[in-house]
Protein backbone atom coordinates (compact mmCIF):
# COMPACT_ATOMS: atom_id res chain seq x y z
CA UNK A 1 0.00 0.00 0.00
CA UNK A 2 1.10 3.43 -0.77
CA UNK A 3 2.24 6.22 1.84
CA UNK A 4 -0.48 8.30 0.34
CA UNK A 5 -3.52 5.15 0.38
CA UNK A 6 -1.82 5.16 4.43
CA UNK A 7 -2.79 8.96 4.66
CA UNK A 8 -6.10 8.64 3.16
CA UNK A 9 -7.55 5.20 5.34
CA UNK A 10 -10.14 6.03 7.55
CA UNK A 11 -8.42 8.56 10.26
CA UNK A 12 -8.59 8.34 14.07
CA UNK A 13 -10.86 10.57 15.55
CA UNK A 14 -9.09 13.60 16.99
CA UNK A 15 -10.72 14.59 20.72
CA UNK A 16 -11.29 17.98 20.80
CA UNK A 17 -13.06 17.89 23.78
CA UNK A 18 -10.15 17.30 25.96
CA UNK A 19 -8.96 19.56 28.55
CA UNK A 20 -5.41 18.93 28.11
CA UNK A 21 -3.37 17.58 25.49
CA UNK A 22 -2.21 13.58 25.41
CA UNK A 23 1.02 13.40 25.03
CA UNK A 24 1.70 9.69 23.80
CA UNK A 25 -0.57 10.23 20.94
CA UNK A 26 0.70 12.90 18.15
CA UNK A 27 -1.68 16.24 17.94
CA UNK A 28 -2.76 16.08 14.07
CA UNK A 29 -3.82 19.99 15.00
CA UNK A 30 -0.41 20.96 15.42
CA UNK A 31 0.97 19.13 12.35
CA UNK A 32 -1.89 21.52 10.13
CA UNK A 33 -0.51 23.95 11.91
CA UNK A 34 2.96 23.85 10.92
CA UNK A 35 1.98 22.81 7.17
CA UNK A 36 0.10 26.15 7.26
CA UNK A 37 3.24 27.99 8.47
CA UNK A 38 5.56 26.85 5.67
CA UNK A 39 2.94 27.09 3.50
CA UNK A 40 2.29 31.13 3.86
CA UNK A 41 6.27 31.72 4.42
CA UNK A 42 6.21 30.31 0.43
CA UNK A 43 3.56 32.85 -0.09
CA UNK A 44 5.06 35.91 1.12
CA UNK A 45 8.43 35.30 -0.55
CA UNK A 46 6.54 34.54 -3.56
CA UNK A 47 4.79 37.96 -3.16
CA UNK A 48 8.49 39.44 -2.22
CA UNK A 49 10.21 38.55 -5.47
CA UNK A 50 9.91 40.44 -7.93
CA UNK A 51 11.60 39.88 -11.13
CA UNK A 52 9.40 41.03 -14.46
CA UNK A 53 10.18 42.79 -17.88
CA UNK A 54 9.04 46.85 -17.94
CA UNK A 55 7.80 48.44 -20.81
CA UNK A 56 10.98 48.10 -23.07
CA UNK A 57 11.68 44.59 -22.37
CA UNK A 58 14.46 45.13 -19.71
CA UNK A 59 14.79 42.86 -16.39
CA UNK A 60 13.29 44.87 -13.43
CA UNK A 61 13.49 43.54 -10.06
CA UNK A 62 11.81 44.69 -6.97
CA UNK A 63 10.23 43.76 -3.84
CA UNK A 64 6.10 44.36 -4.39
CA UNK A 65 5.00 42.86 -1.20
CA UNK A 66 7.36 45.52 1.24
CA UNK A 67 6.51 48.48 -1.16
CA UNK A 68 2.80 47.98 -0.35
CA UNK A 69 1.54 50.62 2.50
CA UNK A 70 -0.66 48.32 4.53
CA UNK A 71 2.63 45.21 4.48
CA UNK A 72 3.81 46.33 7.83
CA UNK A 73 0.45 46.21 9.47
CA UNK A 74 -0.06 43.14 7.93
CA UNK A 75 3.06 41.34 9.36
CA UNK A 76 1.26 41.74 13.06
CA UNK A 77 -0.86 38.72 11.85
CA UNK A 78 1.47 37.18 9.19
CA UNK A 79 4.79 36.92 10.69
CA UNK A 80 4.23 32.97 11.80
CA UNK A 81 7.72 32.22 12.78
CA UNK A 82 7.18 32.62 16.17
CA UNK A 83 4.02 29.93 15.89
CA UNK A 84 6.46 27.97 14.29
CA UNK A 85 8.50 27.52 17.74
CA UNK A 86 5.77 27.10 19.48
CA UNK A 87 4.42 23.96 17.40
CA UNK A 88 8.39 22.89 17.84
CA UNK A 89 8.64 23.27 21.24
CA UNK A 90 5.31 21.27 21.78
CA UNK A 91 7.00 18.21 19.54
CA UNK A 92 10.36 18.64 20.91
CA UNK A 93 9.32 18.41 24.60
CA UNK A 94 6.88 14.95 23.58
CA UNK A 95 9.83 13.68 21.88
CA UNK A 96 11.99 13.80 24.06
CA UNK A 97 9.64 12.59 27.24
CA UNK A 98 9.06 9.55 24.78
CA UNK A 99 12.75 9.22 24.59
CA UNK A 100 13.64 9.45 28.56
CA UNK A 101 10.88 6.69 28.67
CA UNK A 102 12.69 4.55 26.78
CA UNK A 103 15.93 4.81 28.29
CA UNK A 104 17.12 7.23 25.56
CA UNK A 105 19.89 9.59 26.70
CA UNK A 106 20.46 13.83 26.22
CA UNK A 107 23.22 12.73 23.53
CA UNK A 108 20.83 10.34 21.77
CA UNK A 109 17.98 13.18 21.43
CA UNK A 110 20.57 15.79 20.18
CA UNK A 111 21.97 13.83 17.79
CA UNK A 112 19.07 12.77 15.76
CA UNK A 113 17.45 16.33 15.91
CA UNK A 114 20.15 17.71 14.19
CA UNK A 115 21.31 15.33 11.79
CA UNK A 116 17.27 16.52 11.00
CA UNK A 117 18.57 19.82 10.43
CA UNK A 118 22.20 19.40 9.15
CA UNK A 119 20.86 16.37 6.21
CA UNK A 120 18.68 18.34 4.47
CA UNK A 121 20.96 21.43 4.64
CA UNK A 122 23.90 20.21 2.86
CA UNK A 123 22.35 19.15 -0.37
CA UNK A 124 21.58 22.77 -0.25
CA UNK A 125 25.09 24.55 0.57
CA UNK A 126 26.54 22.22 -2.27
CA UNK A 127 24.16 23.29 -4.55
CA UNK A 128 25.10 27.20 -3.82
CA UNK A 129 28.67 26.08 -4.43
CA UNK A 130 27.85 24.97 -7.87
CA UNK A 131 25.55 27.63 -8.79
CA UNK A 132 27.88 30.39 -7.40
CA UNK A 133 30.94 28.94 -8.83
CA UNK A 134 29.36 28.07 -12.50
CA UNK A 135 27.79 31.33 -12.36
CA UNK A 136 31.47 33.17 -11.85
CA UNK A 137 32.88 30.86 -14.53
CA UNK A 138 30.23 31.98 -17.01
CA UNK A 139 30.47 35.50 -16.41
CA UNK A 140 27.31 36.06 -14.74
CA UNK A 141 26.70 40.07 -13.51
CA UNK A 142 28.34 39.34 -9.93
CA UNK A 143 25.98 42.22 -8.90
CA UNK A 144 22.79 40.04 -10.33
CA UNK A 145 24.41 37.17 -8.95
CA UNK A 146 24.66 38.47 -5.61
CA UNK A 147 20.84 39.42 -5.17
CA UNK A 148 19.81 36.49 -6.18
CA UNK A 149 21.65 34.37 -4.43
CA UNK A 150 21.22 36.62 -0.80
CA UNK A 151 17.64 36.48 -1.46
CA UNK A 152 17.28 32.79 -2.06
CA UNK A 153 19.44 32.30 1.13
CA UNK A 154 18.10 34.17 3.51
CA UNK A 155 15.26 31.63 5.32
CA UNK A 156 18.44 29.86 6.30
CA UNK A 157 19.01 32.06 9.67
CA UNK A 158 16.01 29.43 10.62
CA UNK A 159 18.52 26.45 10.89
CA UNK A 160 20.91 28.65 13.07
CA UNK A 161 18.05 29.50 15.20
CA UNK A 162 16.42 26.24 15.45
CA UNK A 163 19.56 24.58 15.97
CA UNK A 164 20.38 26.29 19.23
CA UNK A 165 16.55 25.28 20.35
CA UNK A 166 16.83 21.85 19.81
CA UNK A 167 20.63 21.87 20.97
CA UNK A 168 18.78 22.42 24.36
CA UNK A 169 15.91 20.85 24.73
CA UNK A 170 17.34 18.26 27.11
CA UNK A 171 18.48 21.24 29.66
CA UNK A 172 15.24 23.64 28.87
CA UNK A 173 12.86 20.39 29.72
CA UNK A 174 14.63 19.97 32.77
CA UNK A 175 14.26 23.54 34.13
CA UNK A 176 10.94 23.90 32.75
CA UNK A 177 9.78 20.54 35.13
CA UNK A 178 11.77 21.89 38.19
CA UNK A 179 10.55 25.59 38.00
CA UNK A 180 8.55 26.32 35.16
CA UNK A 181 7.87 29.98 35.72
CA UNK A 182 11.24 31.02 36.78
CA UNK A 183 12.58 29.69 33.28
CA UNK A 184 9.63 31.88 31.89
CA UNK A 185 11.12 35.17 33.75
CA UNK A 186 14.93 34.57 33.36
CA UNK A 187 14.59 34.18 29.57
CA UNK A 188 11.94 36.88 29.43
CA UNK A 189 14.36 39.00 31.61
CA UNK A 190 17.34 37.86 29.32
CA UNK A 191 15.69 39.13 26.06
CA UNK A 192 14.89 42.38 27.79
CA UNK A 193 18.12 43.39 29.18
CA UNK A 194 19.58 42.23 25.27
CA UNK A 195 17.42 44.49 23.58
CA UNK A 196 17.84 46.90 25.80
CA UNK A 197 21.74 47.44 25.65
CA UNK A 198 21.44 46.57 21.77
CA UNK A 199 19.10 49.24 21.01
CA UNK A 200 21.23 52.04 24.10
CA UNK A 201 24.66 51.41 22.67
CA UNK A 202 23.22 50.64 18.47
CA UNK A 203 25.00 47.96 17.78
CA UNK A 204 23.10 45.49 16.12
CA UNK A 205 25.25 42.63 17.20
CA UNK A 206 24.05 42.50 20.43
CA UNK A 207 20.85 41.44 19.83
CA UNK A 208 22.40 38.13 18.74
CA UNK A 209 22.21 36.81 22.00
CA UNK A 210 18.62 37.09 21.68
CA UNK A 211 19.00 34.28 19.35
CA UNK A 212 19.44 32.16 22.36
CA UNK A 213 16.83 34.03 24.92
CA UNK A 214 14.10 35.19 22.64
CA UNK A 215 13.72 31.71 20.66
CA UNK A 216 14.28 29.50 23.88
CA UNK A 217 11.46 31.64 25.98
CA UNK A 218 9.38 30.78 22.56
CA UNK A 219 10.30 27.42 22.00
CA UNK A 220 9.14 27.12 26.73
CA UNK A 221 5.75 28.03 25.52
CA UNK A 222 5.49 25.39 23.28
CA UNK A 223 6.48 23.32 26.82
CA UNK A 224 3.25 25.13 28.23
CA UNK A 225 1.33 24.07 25.59
CA UNK A 226 2.19 20.57 25.28
CA UNK A 227 1.53 20.22 29.35
CA UNK A 228 -1.92 21.67 29.02
CA UNK A 229 -1.53 25.29 30.41
CA UNK A 230 -3.72 26.41 27.27
CA UNK A 231 -6.08 23.69 26.95
CA UNK A 232 -6.68 24.53 30.89
CA UNK A 233 -7.92 28.10 29.89
CA UNK A 234 -11.15 29.03 29.11
CA UNK A 235 -12.03 30.39 25.19
CA UNK A 236 -12.50 33.84 26.70
CA UNK A 237 -9.36 33.96 28.79
CA UNK A 238 -6.94 32.97 26.00
CA UNK A 239 -8.81 35.48 23.55
CA UNK A 240 -8.33 37.88 26.25
CA UNK A 241 -4.69 36.81 26.50
CA UNK A 242 -3.95 37.10 22.68
CA UNK A 243 -5.59 40.71 22.42
CA UNK A 244 -3.72 42.00 25.09
CA UNK A 245 -0.37 40.26 23.57
CA UNK A 246 -0.94 42.19 20.77
CA UNK A 247 -1.90 45.36 22.41
CA UNK A 248 1.66 45.21 24.19
CA UNK A 249 2.91 45.55 20.58
CA UNK A 250 1.67 48.81 20.75
CA UNK A 251 3.72 50.48 23.26
CA UNK A 252 6.97 48.54 21.65
CA UNK A 253 6.71 49.71 18.36
CA UNK A 254 5.02 53.54 18.81
CA UNK A 255 7.01 54.32 22.19
CA UNK A 256 9.33 51.64 22.35
CA UNK A 257 12.67 51.18 19.90
CA UNK A 258 11.06 48.25 18.03
CA UNK A 259 10.07 48.53 14.29
CA UNK A 260 6.21 48.56 13.57
CA UNK A 261 6.94 45.87 10.83
CA UNK A 262 7.44 42.44 12.43
CA UNK A 263 9.69 41.22 10.08
CA UNK A 264 12.58 43.65 10.57
CA UNK A 265 12.25 42.41 14.17
CA UNK A 266 12.74 39.19 13.24
CA UNK A 267 16.88 39.22 13.15
CA UNK A 268 18.32 39.55 15.04
CA UNK A 269 15.02 38.53 17.48
CA UNK A 270 13.43 40.65 19.45
CA UNK A 271 10.91 40.81 22.48
CA UNK A 272 7.69 41.35 20.09
CA UNK A 273 8.09 38.10 18.52
CA UNK A 274 7.57 36.70 22.08
CA UNK A 275 4.61 38.84 22.22
CA UNK A 276 3.30 37.40 18.54
CA UNK A 277 4.37 33.84 19.68
CA UNK A 278 1.88 33.87 22.96
CA UNK A 279 -0.96 35.43 20.86
CA UNK A 280 -0.13 33.09 18.22
CA UNK A 281 -0.68 29.85 21.04
CA UNK A 282 -3.51 30.95 22.07
CA UNK A 283 -5.50 31.35 18.98
CA UNK A 284 -4.08 27.75 17.77
CA UNK A 285 -5.75 26.45 20.79
CA UNK A 286 -9.00 28.40 20.15
CA UNK A 287 -9.06 26.73 16.59
CA UNK A 288 -7.95 23.35 17.83
CA UNK A 289 -11.73 22.18 17.80
CA UNK A 290 -12.11 23.02 13.93
CA UNK A 291 -8.74 21.77 13.11
CA UNK A 292 -9.06 18.87 14.75
CA UNK A 293 -12.88 18.49 12.78
CA UNK A 294 -10.63 19.18 9.94
CA UNK A 295 -8.02 16.84 10.37
CA UNK A 296 -10.59 14.04 10.35
CA UNK A 297 -11.26 14.58 6.86
CA UNK A 298 -9.23 12.38 4.13
CA UNK A 299 -8.16 14.73 2.07
CA UNK A 300 -6.55 17.17 4.87
CA UNK A 301 -4.88 14.11 5.65
CA UNK A 302 -3.80 13.68 2.51
CA UNK A 303 -1.96 17.22 2.12
CA UNK A 304 -0.87 17.69 5.72
CA UNK A 305 0.83 13.94 4.83
CA UNK A 306 2.41 14.86 1.43
CA UNK A 307 3.11 18.51 2.19
CA UNK A 308 4.65 17.17 5.96
CA UNK A 309 6.87 14.83 4.83
CA UNK A 310 8.66 17.87 2.45
CA UNK A 311 8.40 20.60 4.97
CA UNK A 312 12.01 21.14 5.32
CA UNK A 313 12.40 20.65 1.67
CA UNK A 314 9.64 22.89 0.84
CA UNK A 315 11.11 25.68 3.29
CA UNK A 316 15.23 25.13 2.39
CA UNK A 317 14.36 25.11 -1.83
CA UNK A 318 11.50 27.42 -2.53
CA UNK A 319 13.35 30.77 -3.00
CA UNK A 320 15.81 29.08 -5.28
CA UNK A 321 12.82 27.27 -7.16
CA UNK A 322 11.12 30.38 -7.31
CA UNK A 323 14.19 32.30 -8.58
CA UNK A 324 14.57 29.37 -11.27
CA UNK A 325 11.01 29.16 -12.21
CA UNK A 326 10.85 33.44 -12.91
CA UNK A 327 13.90 33.10 -14.79
CA UNK A 328 12.42 30.45 -17.10
CA UNK A 329 9.45 32.60 -17.63
CA UNK A 330 11.68 35.92 -19.01
CA UNK A 331 12.32 33.43 -21.61
CA UNK A 332 8.23 33.17 -22.43
CA UNK A 333 7.04 36.29 -24.10
CA UNK A 334 4.54 37.82 -22.13
CA UNK A 335 5.11 35.55 -18.65
CA UNK A 336 7.17 37.82 -17.07
CA UNK A 337 4.96 41.05 -16.36
CA UNK A 338 6.53 44.15 -14.78
CA UNK A 339 6.48 43.84 -11.13
CA UNK A 340 3.80 45.35 -8.93
CA UNK A 341 1.56 45.86 -12.12
CA UNK A 342 -1.83 44.17 -12.22
CA UNK A 343 -0.70 41.65 -14.32
CA UNK A 344 2.04 40.92 -12.14
CA UNK A 345 -0.53 40.35 -9.14
CA UNK A 346 -2.68 37.83 -11.22
CA UNK A 347 -0.09 35.77 -12.09
CA UNK A 348 1.29 35.13 -8.64
CA UNK A 349 -1.51 32.10 -7.98
CA UNK A 350 -0.27 30.24 -10.96
CA UNK A 351 3.36 31.12 -9.90
CA UNK A 352 2.44 29.38 -6.43
CA UNK A 353 1.62 26.36 -8.25
CA UNK A 354 4.38 25.56 -9.91
CA UNK A 355 6.89 26.25 -7.58
CA UNK A 356 5.12 23.84 -5.24
CA UNK A 357 5.27 21.80 -8.30
CA UNK A 358 8.66 22.30 -8.90
CA UNK A 359 9.52 21.66 -5.25
CA UNK A 360 7.66 18.50 -5.03
CA UNK A 361 9.47 17.20 -7.92
CA UNK A 362 12.66 18.36 -6.15
CA UNK A 363 11.67 16.51 -3.32
CA UNK A 364 12.09 12.83 -4.75
CA UNK A 365 15.40 13.93 -5.33
CA UNK A 366 16.88 15.56 -2.05
CA UNK A 367 13.75 14.65 -0.05
CA UNK A 368 15.53 11.60 0.81
CA UNK A 369 17.96 13.73 3.30
CA UNK A 370 14.65 14.54 5.51
CA UNK A 371 14.78 11.22 6.25
CA UNK A 372 16.15 9.52 9.31
CA UNK A 373 19.23 6.86 7.88
CA UNK A 374 20.68 3.90 9.35
CA UNK A 375 22.66 5.06 11.87
CA UNK A 376 25.96 4.07 13.71
CA UNK A 377 25.33 4.04 17.92
CA UNK A 378 25.18 7.54 19.46
CA UNK A 379 28.75 8.98 19.96
CA UNK A 380 30.17 10.48 22.97
CA UNK A 381 28.88 13.91 24.17
CA UNK A 382 31.26 15.24 23.82
CA UNK A 383 31.27 14.39 19.74
CA UNK A 384 28.01 15.32 19.53
CA UNK A 385 28.33 19.06 20.99
CA UNK A 386 30.98 19.18 18.54
CA UNK A 387 29.16 17.83 15.55
CA UNK A 388 26.63 20.74 16.44
CA UNK A 389 28.55 23.53 16.36
CA UNK A 390 29.74 22.75 13.29
CA UNK A 391 26.26 22.36 11.95
CA UNK A 392 25.26 25.58 13.58
CA UNK A 393 27.97 27.63 12.01
CA UNK A 394 27.08 27.56 8.10
CA UNK A 395 23.61 29.21 8.45
CA UNK A 396 25.13 31.61 10.91
CA UNK A 397 27.51 32.88 9.09
CA UNK A 398 24.55 33.54 5.98
CA UNK A 399 22.56 35.08 8.55
CA UNK A 400 25.63 37.30 9.08
CA UNK A 401 27.13 37.99 6.30
CA UNK A 402 25.16 36.45 3.41
CA UNK A 403 25.64 33.97 1.28
CA UNK A 404 28.89 33.43 -1.06
CA UNK A 405 30.65 30.95 -2.64
CA UNK A 406 33.38 30.96 0.44
CA UNK A 407 30.55 30.40 2.81
CA UNK A 408 28.33 27.84 0.64
CA UNK A 409 32.10 25.92 0.60
CA UNK A 410 32.79 26.31 4.53
CA UNK A 411 29.12 25.26 5.02
CA UNK A 412 29.27 22.22 2.91
CA UNK A 413 32.43 20.61 4.13
CA UNK A 414 31.47 21.45 7.70
CA UNK A 415 27.84 19.98 7.22
CA UNK A 416 29.30 17.21 5.64
CA UNK A 417 31.51 16.84 8.56
CA UNK A 418 28.92 17.21 11.74
CA UNK A 419 26.98 14.41 9.19
CA UNK A 420 29.57 12.23 9.43
CA UNK A 421 30.56 12.35 12.97
CA UNK A 422 26.42 12.25 13.88
CA UNK A 423 25.30 9.44 11.54
CA UNK A 424 28.61 7.51 10.93
CA UNK A 425 30.83 7.54 14.30
CA UNK A 426 32.64 4.30 14.51
CA UNK A 427 32.27 3.01 18.78
CA UNK A 428 33.92 0.26 19.67
CA UNK A 429 32.65 -2.73 22.62
CA UNK A 430 34.60 -3.75 25.18
CA UNK A 431 36.21 -6.55 23.41
CA UNK A 432 37.43 -3.67 20.93
CA UNK A 433 35.07 -4.73 18.26
CA UNK A 434 32.89 -2.45 16.14
CA UNK A 435 29.41 -3.38 17.33
CA UNK A 436 26.68 -4.03 14.79
CA UNK A 437 24.31 -1.52 13.97
CA UNK A 438 21.33 -1.65 16.19
CA UNK A 439 17.98 -3.49 14.73
CA UNK A 440 15.99 -0.73 16.27
CA UNK A 441 16.78 2.76 17.36
CA UNK A 442 15.80 4.39 20.83
CA UNK A 443 15.42 7.66 18.77
CA UNK A 444 12.47 8.90 17.91
CA UNK A 445 11.01 8.02 14.16
CA UNK A 446 9.62 10.20 11.57
CA UNK A 447 6.67 8.72 11.88
CA UNK A 448 6.17 9.27 15.78
CA UNK A 449 7.24 12.50 16.37
CA UNK A 450 7.36 16.09 14.43
CA UNK A 451 10.56 15.61 12.35
CA UNK A 452 10.66 18.99 11.12
CA UNK A 453 9.18 21.53 13.66
CA UNK A 454 10.46 19.27 16.54
Excluded at 105 to 132: E, K, W
Excluded at 202 to 219: K, M, P, R, S, T
Aim: glycine share 8%.
Amino acid sequence: MSDVARALRPPKTVDDTSSSIDLSKRDLTLDIARVFCVLLVVVIHLLMVGVGLDATGAIVTSRPLESQPWFAGVTWAGQIMPLFFVVGGFAAITAWRSLVRRGGTGADYVRNRILRLAQPALPLFIFYVVIIGGARLLGIDPGLLEVAVTGAASPLWFLAAYTICQALVPAMVGWHSRAPRATLLVLLAGAIVVDAVRYSVGIQEIGLANLFFVWLLVQQIGFWYADGWFAARRWWQLALIAIVAWASLVPMTFIGPYSFDMLTNLNPPTLPLVALALAQACVLRLLRPALARLMNTHAARAVVFVVGSRLMTIYLWHLPIILIVTGLLLLVPGAAPEPASPAWWLSRPILYVLVLAGVFGLSFLVGRWEKPREMTPTPPTSVVAVATVLSFIPSFLVMEFFMDFPIALIGSVLLAVSVLMLGRWKTRSPSGTTPARPGSSPLPSASSSHSTAG
